[in-house]
């Protein structure tokens, strides 16, 4: 499947490589090493952990830009597990997910304006969100070998 997936995108769209460059501060929770009572293993280890997350995160771009949405299927339902966490989705996974509905418990002061946003893209037509996660993810795996990246970390 996910070879057929790299058919379905104009291969000149994907990027060769990608630069990705973030400052040490962001694996320390914004402090710099020296500022830390981490030895150099920890923070090596921190370092290794937020490369990692940024280049699931670059990838992750570069496949929502790329992914075909055409021939998914097209969200029908919602599915509330709060007030503030609402999903658009198709009959198949409305139905396999929705002992996830909500029990009432949380409440959000938008609930409106959200319950009308997320009307309004069902009726323009927007795919299931968890299809379409499902499809960016599998594109996510077919592009890592397809991809250089490159990650410098800033001290």
């Known amino acids: 499947m996910t070879e057929d997936l790299l058919e379905t995108i104009n291969r000149d769209e994907i990027p060769e490589t990608l630069d990705v460059t973030f400052p040490i501060e962001e694996a320390l929770n914004g402090k710099h090493p020296e500022e830390t009572s981490h030895d150099e293993e920890t923070i090596r280890a921190f370092v290794e952990m937020t490369k990692n997350i940024e280049t699931s995160r670059a990838l992750r771009e570069v496949a929502e830009d790329l992914v075909d949405e055409d021939d998914l299927p097209q969200a029908r339902s919602l599915l509330w597990i709060d007030q ?25 002061p938008d609930y409106e304006l959200i319950r009308e946003q997320k009307l309004e893209a069902i009726n323009d037509g927007r795919p299931c969100t968890f299809c379409r996660d499902e499809r960016i993810r599998d594109l996510v795996s077919c592009l890592e070998p397809e991809v250089d990246i490159e990650v410098t970390v800033e001290r």
């Not at 999903?87 to 996974?93: M, R």
């Not at 997910?97 to 409440?107: F, K, L, P, Q, V």
């Open 84 to 108: 503030a966490e609402v999903y658009s989705l198709c009959p198949s996974c409305y139905g396999s997910n929705s002992d996830g509905a909500w029990s009432g418990s949380t409440e959000h």
